[in-house]
């Protein structure tokens, strides 16, 4: 008889309270951004690479979400460390309400300057 494999999950508060932003000191190949889209729509995503993205969102190749609303602007964008702690942060940004978004973008935009 074969053994079955167990797979524990995270609670979702674990998994939220883990994918808070990171340092800005701490560097990190991989990066959660927020995009503005045309119609004032914010879409969130991961990179290795964000001005390429960017550009590829902007010349509509990028995601599918994004090709109708052109052209975005980067608002913000956090680092880090891994592709799987991005995917991670990605999915807890996603959760978040429009207005928690805009309230991040203010943060980071006081932040940066």
Known sequence: MAKKS???????????????PPD????????VYLVECADGTIYTGISNNVEARIG??????????????????LKASWSYVNKSEAT???????????????????????RSF
Request: cysteine-free; hydrophobic content about 25%.
């Open 24 to 31: 800005k000191n701490r560097p990190g190949n991989w990066y």
């Open 6 to 20: 167990v797979k524990t999950q995270k609670s979702k508060e674990t998994r939220r309270t883990s994918t808070v």
């Open 88 to 110: 991670k942060a990605e999915y807890a940004f996603k959760q978040l309400s429009r207005i928690q978004k805009m309230r991040l973008i203010t943060e980071f935009e006081e």
């Open 56 to 73: 590829a969102h902007n010349s509509g190749k990028g995601a599918k979400y994004t090709k109708s609303r052109r052209p975005v602007i």
